[in-house]
T-cell receptor, first 116, second 113 residues
Framework: KAGVTQTPRYLIKTRGQQVTLSCSPISGHRSVSWYQQTPGQGLQFLFE???????NKGNFPGRFSGRQFSNSRSEMNVSTLELGDSALYLC???????????????FGAGSRLTVL | AQKVTQAQTEISVVEKEDVTLDCVYETRDTTYYLFWYKQPPSGELVFLIR??????QNEISGRYSWNFQKSTSSFNFTITASQVVDSAVYFCALSPFDYKLSFGAGTTVTVRA
């Protein structure tokens, strides 16, 4: 069974540009969450989607957005990139559809974004 | 607000030594869930264990064991007879009902041969 697949794995952008990251969850998983990991702030929750609807959102500016498609694949977008957006962006999917903090997340290997 | 504190930033041990990672959490919720994840150099977070706030039973899985003490808001993790393959960053995390996992800062474990 394929795991959570994130593309691209590495990318370099310059300030002011925008970026789109993609996440394919494990087949059958309908919930997808996104986390940002930086050395300074650690792992922080961005948002969670289920059946194409955003169910929860973290404390990030509006430049960070996401969506989920009918096949459960998800994308996140960051517009007007800033140096501080350099991070590892992790996507996770869950087989448990209930809106519950108990759900076990399966993470992808992440997309490492560098903003110059 | 949820908060998870992992006291140790880095731990270095020689193979076969035991390693205990401390995790202390803060929450006002009466129902919550605690997790431990492992992050090897490849980057993905690997799920190790989940506990709910009503289950204070300790758990052992192979060389891994967890001690949950609600009275002290702690959920500590011990690796017995460590191996080089255990080298990774370990994260403790807390989740209330709403799907937001709050992670600790992580503890980097280095096991030397």
């Amino acid at each position: 069974k394929a795991g959570v697949t994130q593309t691209p794995r590495y990318l370099i952008k310059t300030r002011g540009q925008q970026v789109t990251l993609s996440c394919s969850p494990i087949s059958g998983h309908r919930s997808v969450s996104w986390y940002q990991q930086t050395p300074g702030q650690g792992l922080q929750f961005l948002f969670e989607y289920f059946s194409e609807t955003q169910r929860n959102k973290g404390n990030f500016p509006g430049r960070f957005s996401g969506r989920q498609f009918s096949n459960s694949r998800s994308e996140m977008n960051v517009s007007t990139l800033e140096l501080g957006d350099s991070a590892l962006y992790l996507c996770a999917s869950s087989s448990e559809d209930s809106y519950s903090g108990a759900n076990v997340l399966t993470f992808g290997a992440g997309s490492r974004l560098t903003v110059l | 607000a949820q908060k998870v504190t992992q006291a140790q930033t880095e731990i270095s041990v020689v193979e076969k030594e035991d390693v205990t990672l401390d995790c202390v959490y803060e929450t006002r919720d009466t129902t919550y869930y605690l997790f431990w994840y492992k992050q090897p150099p490849s980057g993905e977070l690997v799920f190790l264990i989940r506990r709910n706030s009503f289950d204070e039973q300790n758990e052992i899985s192979g060389r891994y064991s967890w001690n949950f003490q609600k009275s002290t808001s702690s959920f500590n993790f011990t690796i017995t007879a460590s191996q080089v393959v255990d080298s990774a960053v370990y994260f403790c995390a807390l989740s209330p009902f709403d799907y937001k996992l709050s992670f600790g800062a992580g503890t980097t474990v280095t096991v030397r041969a």
